[in-house]
């Protein structure tokens, strides 16, 4: 690490690479050394233009990246020699292979949620394991509904609520810089397999979750919803539930009593909020129409799948090279840098004035 930096890059930058970049960018103990990628085309010329230094992954994207009149500033071999770590975003089954390369090069990595458990035998949600993380030389993110469930199902736990729960998760079809590729249309597909993924993957970052998912590809863009249904320890007020949630960090309150109705008007509200990229970072639960029944609770929240991982992997960055010890100041520290929030639209403040 120099001068309390830690000289971190960025592998892969796309949807959820130059989204780290940026985050990593504005963090004031991470130094953004460089991204590397295998393209030449816009998306990496932005970065060029962002005033990042770009690195070439392989020896065929030097060539692409020169003849698209690219300044390289050198190989991926050349970028490891630079580092104390590495943000791992390049597509699934590439990341694996990477592993060795960086262990080899003596530096540490942090990879998505598109790998397994097994590569890294970590997974990492900042406010559930912090701690398990530190001095590890890899650790993984979980996907974007994989974090969304540890954060909130975590924050019914932590209020002693939780006994079990069992989500059904609607799921965009493909990310919007690619709905020229392909994507459904017209049509809801549910996976064919129950449980889906995402309850055994949670697991892997919380073995006591009771917890069942069940998804299905819908035919947008714009995010994840997800349906809960949740049992109780005990009989609890609406008041109780909310509390808990508000009192986790990245889980914010949407309510259609505000307009907010559907995963749009979350979208355009974070537009016109000015965020980069119009991102939601934290998972915007809504409020409203959370309904307690005895010791069963009701809710529905929505995923903003490009990213919400990237606070957690600024956070994964810090608990890997140890450089901050305690995650809630970790987190805290991101939160700040970032802009997280706990109230989107703050109506109480504004009633106070
Ligand atoms: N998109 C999401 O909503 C989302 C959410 C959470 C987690 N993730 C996970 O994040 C990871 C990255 O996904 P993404 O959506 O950003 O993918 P992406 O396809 O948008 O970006 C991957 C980038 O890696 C580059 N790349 C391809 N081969 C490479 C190589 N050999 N070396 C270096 N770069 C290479 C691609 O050109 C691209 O820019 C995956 O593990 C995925 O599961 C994605």
């Keep these: 690490m120099s001068a309390n930096k830690i000289r971190v890059a960025v592998n892969g930058y796309g949807v959820i690479g130059k989204r780290i970049a940026d985050a990593i960018a504005v963090q004031d103990d991470m130094e953004l050394v460089g991204v590397a990628d295998v393209v030449s085309d816009w998306r990496i010329k932005v970065a060029v233009e962002k005033g990042y230094a770009v690195f070439a992954s392989t020896p065929e994207a030097a060539e692409g990246m020169s003849a698209a009149g690219i300044r390289v500033s050198g190989n991926l071999d050349d970028l490891l020699t630079r580092v104390d770590l590495i943000a791992d975003a390049t597509p699934k ?17 942090v990879f998505q949620g598109g790998e397994k458990h097994s590569l890294t035998g970590h997974s990492f949600v900042a406010q559930a394991n912090y701690a398990s993380a530190l001095g590890r030389d890899t650790t ?33 079809a493909t990310d919007p810089w690619e709905s020229d590729h ?7 597909v549910p996976e064919t397999g129950i449980p889906s993924h995402q309850g055994p993957d949670a697991q892997t970052v919380d073995p006591d979750l009771d ?21 109780l ?58 309904t307690v029944k005895d010791r069963e609770v009701f809710y529905n929240y929505q995923v903003y799948n490009q990213a919400i991982v990237v606070p957690e992997t600024i956070d994964a960055i810090r ?19 970032m802009g997280l929030v706990r109230e989107f639209v703050r109506l109480t403040d504004k009633l106070a004035m």
Excluded at 217 to 230: E, P, Q
Excluded at 235 to 248: G, Q
């Design 140 to 172: 993984r993110v979980v996907s974007c509904n994989t974090t969304s469930i540890v954060r909130t199902l975590g924050a019914l736990k932590n209020a002693g609520l939780l006994k079990k729960a069992r989500g059904v998760l609607i799921r965009r």
């Design 182 to 188: 392909g994507g459904v249309m017209n049509t809801v």
């Design 233 to 290: 320890t005990r009989t609890a007020t609406k008041e109780e539930v909310l509390e808990a949630f508000r009192s986790a960090p990245r889980i914010a309150f949407l309510r259609a009593s505000e307009g907010i109705v559907a995963l749009n008007s979350t979208l355009e509200m974070m537009a016109d909020l000015g965020r980069p990229r119009g991102d939601m970072w934290e998972v915007g639960l809504w409020e409203d129409s959370l």
């Design 93 to 109: 089954k590439v990341a694996a292979v990477n592993l060795e390369k960086y262990r080899a090069s003596g530096i540490k990595s």
């Design 319 to 337: 608990a890997i090279t140890g450089i901050e010890k305690d995650g809630a100041i970790s987190i805290a520290k991101t939160d700040r840098a």
């Design 211 to 231: 917890v069942v998912t069940i998804a299905l590809v819908a035919a947008h863009t714009t995010s994840h919803l997800h349906s809960w249904s949740v049992e």
